[in-house]
């Protein structure tokens, strides 16, 4: 655990708990969170446990300072420890095992993180999810059936690029990333999201 005492100096009020830990050498598995870009809390697995907190709290949406009001936080617990393994368990719900065959196998965050935070075990035997391949441009390319809607590409392409037909579309199950009225994604920044996928949504063509 991390003591409330602990200096914040380097940080201002904007900086964000994960962030903070981070810097710390403290390792907190996440996929939607990335320092350039902006907070959307969407894949759950940055949780941290605060003492005066009825529920475990998201680190990447909580503001750094929370530790200041807060008499211990707790990144290792046994009821953080179960919740990722429940949230990577939901995770992999609906993702292809298609791990000895993928372009990013052996460099993606969803299967490291899942063999040192996740659980093997298997409990949900219906069929997977199948989304259609989008074209998203000359040098990207897609499986959509691995994307885990962490939103980084998005965020990327309205905060970044500054283009604004890459989004989500649907709720739930359907939930999918696209293209507006089935544009191509074409900015000169368009490969950078091959670097910022965690798993093996996007890669290169070329690759």
Same mark, same amino acid.
């Given at each position: %655990?991390?003591?409330?005492?602990?200096?914040? @100096?380097?940080? +201002?009020?904007?900086?964000?708990?994960?962030? $903070?830990?981070?810097? +710390?050498?403290?390792?907190?598995?996440?996929?939607?969170?990335? *320092?350039?870009? *902006?907070?959307?809390? &969407?894949?759950?697995?940055?949780?941290?446990?605060?003492?005066? *907190?009825?529920?475990?709290?998201?680190?990447?949406?909580? &503001?750094?300072?929370?530790?200041? $009001?807060?008499?211990?936080?707790? $990144?290792?617990?046994?009821?953080?420890?179960?919740?990722? =393994?429940?949230?990577?368990?939901?995770?992999?719900?609906? %993702?292809?095992?298609?791990?000895?065959?993928?372009?990013?196998?052996?460099?993606?965050?969803?299967?490291?993180? @899942?063999?040192?935070?996740?659980?093997?075990?298997?409990?949900?035997?219906?069929?997977?999810?199948?989304?259609?391949?989008? &074209?998203?441009?000359?040098?990207?390319?897609?499986?959509?059936?691995?994307?885990? %809607?962490?939103?980084?590409?998005? #965020?990327?392409?309205?905060?970044?690029?500054?283009?604004?037909?890459?989004?989500?579309?649907? #709720?739930?199950? %359907?939930?999918?990333?696209?293209?507006?009225? &089935?544009?191509?994604?074409?900015? =000169?920044?368009?490969?950078?999201?091959?670097?910022?996928?965690?798993?093996?949504?996007?890669?290169?063509?070329?690759?």
């Amino acid at each position: %655990h991390i003591s409330s005492e602990d200096e914040l @100096s380097l940080f +201002n009020n904007k900086i964000a708990l994960i962030a $903070y830990l981070i810097a +710390n050498g403290i390792t907190i598995p996440h996929f939607c969170y990335h *320092s350039n870009l *902006s907070i959307a809390g &969407n894949c759950r697995v940055c949780l941290i446990e605060l003492t005066n *907190s009825i529920k475990p709290v998201v680190s990447c949406a909580t &503001n750094a300072n929370a530790i200041n $009001y807060n008499a211990q936080l707790y $990144y290792d617990s046994a009821l953080i420890k179960k919740s990722r =393994e429940n949230i990577i368990e939901f995770l992999l719900l609906n %993702h292809p095992l298609d791990c000895p065959i993928c372009d990013q196998g052996g460099d993606c965050d969803l299967q490291d993180q @899942s063999l040192f935070f996740g659980v093997a075990k298997r409990r949900f035997y219906n069929f997977k999810k199948i989304v259609l391949d989008k &074209n998203l441009g000359f040098i990207i390319k897609t499986v959509m059936t691995r994307c885990i %809607h962490c939103t980084r590409c998005v #965020r990327f392409a309205l905060e970044i690029a500054g283009t604004t037909n890459l989004g989500i579309f649907g #709720r739930g199950y %359907h939930c999918e990333v696209s293209t507006y009225t &089935n544009k191509i994604f074409t900015t =000169e920044f368009s490969g950078n999201i091959i670097d910022l996928c965690p798993v093996g949504f996007i890669t290169k063509k070329l690759y």
